[in-house]
DNA sequence: ACTTAACGGGAATAA
DNA sequence: CCCGTTAAGT
């Protein structure tokens, strides 16, 4: 066929013509950002399932977000129609894997309708280990053992395989034992468990591993360079006998080696398939190259990467916008304002996201943007999935599910309060104790027994009997009914609706939960739970909606909008004050960085604080701008003529902000006059030394402890006579 | 048994 | 600031 005129091609430059096209074997694609990878993945397959007599129930395609797979698989039935696509694999690691598990679960002594695990789970089970094993929880805290399991298990090592070094980690061992212990006991499984347990399946089952090569005869994954060692291994079994694996990878954007994500997984590529074959796409069709110059300049900085040679016909474009805010306040305000400006010139809401590195900087941008009339939706943070009232929906579908998950036991039990106490809760755990059982079949045991007496035994029968037939009504009934049965008899309604505003809230985020439900009728319960388990914050993100994005750089990946804010560009939040001392973390800091300037089209902004509040309180030092500003290219810097006020470059990386950089200020702010810890000599006071230096609005605010018994001074600094001493 | 207030301690990113 | 834990009060 020739491929210059084929349909499919014609829209595809040379390079992606090249990579679509390329003959089934290992592939790898270099892709840099915005150069149409996600274009190329899809038209890969829609060319395999043309061109190459691939079957499509041979294809897997593993995206990195639900929502990504949802439109991968929407734009393939355009192109081919719903009858080819239907048949194949299209989903995340963990969906896929958790499929895969449900599937063969006879296989691993595993329960079919086993439930995952969230952190929020794991955390309550972890803490209880914790608990049980008599440790400390500060010396032990619960969320660092759940971080070493994690790892643990990205590596894929089990707690028999768990390298014991100090004797932390052998805490950690015996922690991780009894963890897996306990998730076993109760059919559950965490996210790292459905990575680790889909590996270790293909390695230990032959019979199991033969039938899902042959069945995903072809593998296809975008966003190569942030899977971990368990992901790879699945990626390998699966595809080193047919060797047709088809990966997407951008090093550059490599921002979840935190989660056990490992770039030398391409590497690893390279030595398990020698005859890989390479493509590159360097053509950037996103971003002018104003932006693309930026964001290059970035990049450039980091130590052992391929340099790329990215391009766009975009020439020019806006300067990029580099602004100072007094402080987060005043850096939402600058962002409401500038955004409000753009809109007026034609911009819709939905053409513009803010980014950061927190999830807690939302909370100023959220407020002011409520000031400004400014609809906005918000990624991450209070997932809706994490909200009290939804939890607590979900524990119940749980015990319907599964009424020996004694995780979501303990979390309902006495919710709404129904009269089970410490006490009586007490009897029934020792009872389970006793017997070796769940929660409930002690529950169970315990009323019938017939050992109990009065209000106690009044409330544990009601409970059990209300267990016991939502279990019975698993199978009759929709979820939806299910749920309306729910709320009926716990009387979730009266018990959130409080008449408070919150608690019209609450209630409103049950009926969402509700309304889900009743988008897919007809889903099967468990089903249902494994769904909801496994959606990320960004496949929340409906594109109907005109609002405002804001979100973490971490979940900006792969989005793109033509107006992007970058904020809080400063020392210690990125880079973030606990990747400071990690050469390899700041490394990683400086790719998230260049991750968000990428999601940018035409204009780019990048804003840092003079002072930022942490934990309610104000910092008693100013922050610095962030390293990273450094490194960007003059040219790519000039204000536009419309721009008011300007904003200046930071003087210097990471230093503080001393006399010597003289800015335009964000408001006619003066410099700071004291530094903390600077000797000063009072006329009255004599010698002391500043302890806290902060402006209120311009006012510089000086305190002073001196010594001689006087103590400590608060003074506006310029109004008292007091000036610096020279250091020795 | 449950509610409320006071306290202490702590925080990054996410399926 | 927000959380979870604890102590005291209803």
């Known amino acids: 066929m020739e491929t210059n005129t084929h349909p499919l091609l014609s829209i595809l430059n040379t390079q992606q013509r090249a990579a679509v096209t390329t003959p089934i074997g290992p592939v790898l694609v270099l892709a840099g950002p915005g150069s149409g990878k996600t274009r190329v993945l899809t038209h890969r397959i829609a060319w395999m399932l043309s061109e190459m007599d691939v079957a499509p129930w041979h294809v897997l395609a593993v995206t990195f977000t639900n929502k990504a797979a949802r439109e991968m698989?929407?734009?393939?039935?355009?192109?081919?129609?719903?009858?080819?696509?239907?048949?194949?694999?299209?989903?995340?690691?963990?969906?896929?894997?958790?499929?895969?598990?449900?599937?063969?679960?006879?296989?691993?002594?595993?329960?079919?309708?086993?439930?995952?695990?969230?952190?929020?789970?794991?955390?309550?089970?972890?803490?209880?280990?914790?608990?049980?094993?008599?440790?400390?929880?500060?010396?032990?805290?619960?969320?660092?053992?759940?971080?070493?399991?994690?790892?643990?298990?990205?590596?894929?090592?089990?707690?028999?395989?768990?390298?014991?070094?100090?004797?932390?980690?052998?805490?950690?061992?015996?922690?991780?034992?009894?963890?897996?212990?306990?998730?076993?006991?109760?059919?559950?499984?965490?996210?790292?468990?459905?990575?680790?347990?889909?590996?270790?399946?293909?390695e230990t089952d032959a019979e199991v591993l033969s039938r899902y090569r042959d069945r995903y005869r072809h593998v296809l994954v975008d966003e190569f360079q942030d899977t971990n060692v368990a992901q790879y291994a699945i990626l390998k079994q699966l595809t080193h006998k047919?060797?047709?694996?088809?990966?997407?990878?951008?090093?550059?954007?490599?921002?979840?080696?935190?989660?056990?994500?490992?770039?030398?997984?391409?590497?690893?590529?390279?030595?398990?398939?020698?005859?890989?074959?390479?493509?590159?796409?360097?053509?950037?069709?996103?971003?002018?190259?104003?932006?693309?110059?930026?964001?290059?300049?970035?990049?450039?900085?980091?130590?052992?990467?391929?340099?790329?040679?990215l391009f766009t016909d975009k020439q020019g474009g806006h300067p990029i916008v580099l602004h100072e805010a007094y402080d987060e306040q005043e850096e939402a305000d600058y962002v409401a304002r500038e955004a409000t400006r753009l809109l007026r010139a034609g911009y819709r809401h939905g053409d513009i996201a803010v980014m950061y590195r927190t999830n807690a900087q939302s909370r100023a941008l959220e407020e002011t943007f409520i000031r400004h009339n400014l609809p906005y939706r918000l990624i991450g943070a209070t997932r809706f999935y994490s909200r009290k009232e939804i939890k607590d929906v979900l524990a119940f579908l749980r015990?319907?599910?599964?009424?020996?998950?004694?995780?979501?036991?303990?979390?309902?039990?006495?919710?709404?309060?129904?009269?089970?106490?410490?006490?009586?809760?007490?009897?029934?755990?020792?009872?389970?104790?006793?017997?070796?059982?769940?929660?409930?079949?002690?529950?169970?045991?315990?009323?019938?027994?017939?050992?109990?007496?009065?209000?106690?035994?009044?409330?544990?029968?009601?409970?059990?009997?209300?267990?016991?037939?939502?279990?019975?009504?698993?199978?009759?009934?929709?979820?939806?009914?299910?749920?309306?049965?729910?709320?009926?008899?716990?009387?979730?309604?009266?018990?959130?609706r409080d008449g408070s505003d919150q608690g019209e809230s609450r209630w409103e985020n049950v009926m969402a939960l509700r309304a889900v439900v009743a988008e897919t009728p007809g889903i099967a319960l468990?089903?249902?739970?494994?769904?909801?388990?496994?959606?990320?914050?960004?496949?929340?993100?409906?594109?109907?909606?005109?609002?405002?994005?804001?979100?973490?750089?971490?979940?900006?990946?792969?989005?793109?909008?033509?107006?992007?804010?970058?904020?809080?560009?400063?020392?210690?939040?990125?880079?973030?004050?606990?990747?400071?001392?990690?050469?390899?973390?700041?490394?990683e800091e400086r790719r998230l960085l260049y991750v968000g300037m990428t999601r940018a089209e035409q204009r780019l902004y990048l804003t840092y604080a003079f002072r930022r509040s942490w934990r309610g309180y104000r910092d008693s030092e100013p922050s610095s701008p962030s390293r990273f500003l450094e490194d960007l290219p003059d040219?790519?810097?000039?204000?536009?003529?419309?721009?008011?006020?300007?904003?200046?470059?930071?003087?210097?990386?990471?230093?503080?902000?001393?006399?010597?950089?003289?800015?335009?200020?964000?408001?006619?702010?003066?410099?700071?006059?004291?530094?903390?810890?600077?000797r000063v000599k009072h006329a009255f006071y004599g010698e002391g030394m500043v302890i806290e230096c902060e402006f209120e609005g311009r006012n510089e605010m000086v305190t002073v402890l001196f010594s001689n018994g006087v103590g400590v001074k608060k003074f506006l600094s310029g109004m008292a006579p007091m000036e610096p001493l020279a250091d020795h």
């Open 242 to 309: 047919h060797r047709s694996l088809y990966v997407v990878a951008d090093e550059d954007q490599s921002i979840y080696s935190w989660r056990g994500a490992d770039y030398r997984n391409i590497v690893r590529l390279r030595q398990d398939f020698p005859e890989l074959q390479t493509h590159l796409l360097e053509e950037n069709y996103r971003s002018t190259q104003i932006i693309l110059d930026g964001a290059q300049a970035i990049i450039a900085r980091n130590p052992d990467r391929t340099p790329k040679h």
């Open 635 to 678: 040219e790519a810097l000039k204000q536009p003529e419309d721009q008011k006020r300007r904003a200046a470059r930071p003087s210097g990386a990471a230093k503080p902000w001393g006399a010597e950089s003289s800015r335009p200020e964000t408001r006619a702010r003066p410099e700071p006059q004291y530094r903390s810890g600077q």
């Open 73 to 202: 698989r929407q734009r393939l039935n355009v192109m081919l129609g719903d009858a080819r696509t239907g048949s194949m694999a299209l989903g995340t690691f963990h969906a896929t894997c958790a499929r895969i598990l449900r599937r063969e679960a006879e296989n691993l002594g595993l329960s079919p309708s086993y439930l995952i695990f969230d952190s929020d789970d794991q955390l309550t089970v972890m803490k209880q280990i914790v608990a049980d094993l008599g440790l400390d929880d500060k010396r032990y805290r619960p969320r660092a053992l759940l971080n070493a399991v994690s790892s643990a298990k990205n590596e894929l090592l089990s707690p028999t395989d768990y390298p014991v070094r100090t004797y932390y980690d052998e805490i950690v061992a015996r922690a991780y034992a009894r963890y897996q212990e306990t998730l076993h006991q109760n059919d559950g499984l965490d996210f790292d468990d459905l990575l680790m347990k889909t590996a270790r399946l293909f």
């Open 526 to 587: 468990l089903d249902f739970l494994t769904e909801v388990a496994l959606v990320a914050d960004v496949d929340e993100l409906a594109d109907e909606v005109d609002a405002v994005t804001l979100l973490t750089l971490h979940s900006a990946k792969g989005l793109e909008y033509p107006v992007v804010f970058l904020t809080g560009l400063e020392e210690g939040l990125l880079p973030h004050s606990r990747s400071m001392d990690s050469p390899m973390e700041v490394a």
């Open 399 to 496: 015990l319907a599910q599964n009424p020996d998950d004694d995780v979501s036991f303990m979390r309902v039990v006495n919710v709404p309060p129904r009269g089970i106490g410490s006490t009586t809760l007490g009897k029934v755990s020792a009872q389970a104790q006793n017997h070796q059982c769940s929660l409930y079949q002690g529950l169970l045991s315990l009323v019938e027994s017939d050992g109990l007496r009065s209000r106690a035994e009044r409330v544990l029968t009601a409970f059990a009997t209300m267990l016991h037939q939502w279990v019975e009504l698993r199978e009759a009934y929709s979820v939806t009914r299910l749920i309306d049965r729910i709320l009926a008899d716990t009387g979730y309604e009266s018990y959130t």
